[in-house]
């Protein structure tokens, strides 16, 4: 464990945020003996065993920066895209209120996949090949003027603006790319469609690398491998993440040396030369591409269910790490992180019909039996009571539950994880088998 310390005890903590990442990010604070209080905005039913849940939206920036004022929140960590993008950190910031995450301009490095695309060339950062047009239109003169190459090409075509994990279509040839820029405003809503981005396709393994940074310095976290496709073997439409595994293997340390030389130190460098320092969770999309990682995309915040696995293996107060990231120069800190041994995996278990319209409302059964098999942890997502006072938990939401392990290697983990997920049941209940294999 880190010797690190800093900051006073007595803490009250604010998260942001309602899905199994904030279950995740409220679980390592309210293990720390630094937190006395620690609420969730909004939170979700599995949440509110470890922290006070308040019904206010991510969205809802005045009324997050009058509950923190109020009641005195001396420090509150943002788990979502939603509120960097209207500028939560600088609101709170205004207010003296202490906050982690990146300011609203950083944040656009999410916010717009045009401004991402800009500030990667900018800054000769590794990436595929683009075009930002400003219409439907411009966006398919541009693919037939040949230069995303023939009709058989594939390409990515990117709705500009954030749309939860739903606004980009890899699109197999021209055809299917221009049904993909007529049909994006329809799929992800105007605004943030009203710009399209597109990509050269790119092939190779992906990978999501995640730092902490405070504005110059970083700290990388365990690298991990999302499994966004709804379906075993990488089949079905896109969702917000099936199942993340933490493992040595999934990228070669040359290859991790080249990812921090060419792409994470060249994007802080970049931030300060521009006028935003990153402070936050840097959260990279990587394709390893047969010459080199190359940046699919920015997120300015924890992934889900990334931060799952990620955490479960976090053995350093993550209140200190925070301490250090707002301290201005958290060098000493970062160097000093520690990480538990071996391997983790969360698979996700989902409603029926997730990810397009997901049924809510079944009885979830076997959480417990499923908490008892050992390294294992349960993360709620999209959980509620049938009512206040209800023993049951209902489903809520899409992605309903991550369970997640921790084990001295892969196999370990996912064994576990497993063993763990057939404990548990609900009507309509959808996970993906295959997961880190
Ligand atoms: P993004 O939200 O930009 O990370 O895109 C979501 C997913 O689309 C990525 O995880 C990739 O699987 C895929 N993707 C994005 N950009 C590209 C690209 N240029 N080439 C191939 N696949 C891509
Ligand atoms: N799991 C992908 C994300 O959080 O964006």
Redesign the pocket.
């Given at each position: 464990m880190s010797s690190y310390s800093y900051g006073e005890d007595n803490m009250k903590v604010l998260v942001i945020g309602s899905g199994g990442r904030e279950h995740a990010l409220c679980s390592s604070f309210a293990s720390s003996p630094k937190v006395t209080r620690l609420f969730c905005a909004n939170g979700n039913a599995g949440i509110a065993e470890v922290a006070e849940c308040v019904a206010i939206r991510p969205d809802d920036i005045a009324g997050l920066v009058d509950f923190a004022m109020t009641e005195l929140i001396d420090l509150t960590f943002v788990g979502g895209e939603t509120s960097l993008a209207l500028g939560v950190v600088d609101e709170f910031e205004a207010r003296g209120l202490r906050i982690i995450g990146p300011y609203r301009r950083a944040a656009e490095l999410e916010a717009s996949?045009a401004f991402a695309k800009d500030f990667m060339r900018r800054h000769s950062i590794p990436?595929?090949a683009?075009f930002n047009a400003d219409s439907s239109d411009n966006a398919v003169m541009e693919l037939e003027s040949g230069r995303f190459g023939d009709a058989s090409s594939?390409v990515?075509v990117?709705a500009d603006g954030l749309a939860a994990?739903k606004?980009?279509v890899?699109a197999a040839n021209r055809a299917e790319a221009i049904d993909a820029i007529r049909g994006m405003a329809g799929l992800v809503g105007g605004d943030a469609a009203e710009k399209i981005v597109l990509?050269?396709?790119?092939?190779g393994k992906?990978v999501s690398i995640l730092s902490f940074a405070d504005g110059e310095n970083f700290a990388l976290m365990p690298v991990t491998r999302?499994h966004?496709r709804v379906g075993e073997g990488d089949t079905g439409p896109?969702t917000g993440g099936m199942g993340t595994i933490t493992d040595g293997s999934l990228i070669d340390p040359l290859v991790l040396e080249a990812v921090v030389n060419s792409i994470i130190r060249p994007t802080l460098r970049g931030c300060i030369a521009e006028g935003f320092p990153f402070r936050g969770i840097l959260f990279l999309?990587i394709?390893l591409t047969a010459t080199g990682p190359?940046l699919?995309?920015y997120?300015v915040r924890f992934g889900d269910p990334e931060t799952q696995a990620i955490l479960v293996r976090l053995e350093t107060d993550l209140v200190d790490i925070c301490e250090a990231m707002l301290s201005g120069d958290a060098s000493q800190a970062f160097s000093s992180i520690s990480w538990r041994q071996g391997s983790s995996a969360c698979v996700v278990l989902a409603s029926q019909n997730y990810p397009s319209k997901p049924r809510t409302g079944d009885v979830i059964s076997g959480i417990d039996l499923a908490t008892r098999v050992p390294n294992v942890t349960i993360f709620h997502a999209g959980t509620a009571r049938s009512t206040d006072a209800s023993p049951e938990f209902i489903t809520s939401g899409g992605r309903v539950l991550g369970v997640t392990a921790t084990g001295d290697d892969l196999a370990s983990a996912i064994r576990s994880t497993y063993q763990a997920a057939s404990q548990i049941s609900f009507a309509g209940m959808h996970f993906r088998r295959d997961i880190g294999r």
């Open positions: 996949k990436t595929a683009y594939p990515v990117k994990g606004g980009v890899v990509e050269e396709c790119l092939f992906e999302d966004k896109n999309g394709m190359k699919l995309e997120n």
